[in-house]
């Protein structure tokens, strides 16, 4: 577990580096605030007592994600090369099938850093924020927060709508059962439960992830009406609302666009081949 000054000295780089840069770095806070982030590994250099140099490798089930950070005024002297050369000797000894490098669209710094390693390009991610608008959310669907017997659906959600391998699906759900502010809910359907949608919270903030409803029950305005419910309830709530969408996943960022959310950062994914 990191200590509180610890998550401090993420965060104060975190601003810096975005400030100097311009972008929005994507770091999974949620896993690092965890009481037990069993998922997560992190490299860091310190200068003094300043953390100048931060890399975190995130594990989702067999595929490893890699993001992280240097101080603007300690860069080209070797700092993240340093600690990717010491990521990537652990990430050979566990047993992960993918290894996907994160960087800001707009990022130069990160962009070059992986024009010097091997790895090829895989997809991008919008992260889109809610701009209020009138919803009229349709009584297709019923949400309620998820039961514990229904980790089942949950994972079957995840093989099925996201094409999760069964095994990982399977991990996610014990890891998210242990993650602080977070609410899953049951999306139902004429008193059937057929889809999940879960969100993160902090005071200001509520980020949607795993929204899903099964193949089958696609297309009927389900998940367009459970989406709405959720807006009603956190918008009443004051909180600005976030997700993260994958950009060719077409159907659902235009279902995304229709209910008021609008991209405001991207981030690319690269698969390290080293």
Not at 31 to 36: A, F, K, S, Y
Not at 190 to 203: D, F, L, P, Q, Y
Not at 238 to 263: M, P, W
């Amino acid at each position: 577990m990191l200590s509180k000054i610890e998550l401090e000295k993420i965060n104060d780089l975190k601003q810096t580096a975005e400030a100097f840069d311009g972008v929005q770095l994507k770091l999974n806070e949620d896993w690092l605030e965890m009481d037990n982030p069993g998922g997560v590994k992190v490299f860091r250099t310190l200068d003094k007592e300043m953390l100048v140099g931060f890399l975190g490798v995130y594990a989702f089930g067999s595929t490893a994600e890699v993001c992280g950070m240097v101080h603007p005024d300690f860069r080209r002297k070797g700092i993240f090369s340093g600690l990717f050369k010491e990521a990537a000797i652990y990430m050979r000894e566990q047993p992960y099938k993918e290894i996907l490098l994160n960087s800001p669209t707009g990022s130069a710094s990160g962009k070059g850093f992986l024009s010097g390693i091997p790895c090829t390009y895989k997809f991008s991610e919008y992260q889109m924020k809610w701009h209020p608008q009138e919803l009229n959310p349709s009584s297709q669907a019923s949400v309620r927060k998820a039961l514990p017997e229904e980790s089942g659906l949950r994972i079957r959600l995840d093989v099925e709508a996201f094409n999760v391998p069964r095994e990982d699906a399977e991990e996610h759900e014990k890891r998210h059962s242990t993650e602080k502010n977070q609410t899953s809910y049951s999306i139902e359907h004429e008193g059937t439960a057929v889809g999940k949608i879960r969100i993160i919270k902090s005071e200001t903030e509520a980020w949607i992830y795993g929204f899903a409803t099964l193949p089958e029950y696609q297309g009927k305005g389900i998940g367009r009406s459970a989406l709405q419910q959720i807006l009603q309830k956190e918008a009443d709530k004051g909180r600005d609302i976030h997700l993260e969408v994958q950009a060719d996943n077409l159907h659902t960022l235009e279902l995304y666009k229709s209910c008021g959310f609008k991209n405001y950062h991207s981030q690319d994914y690269y698969e390290y081949q080293g």
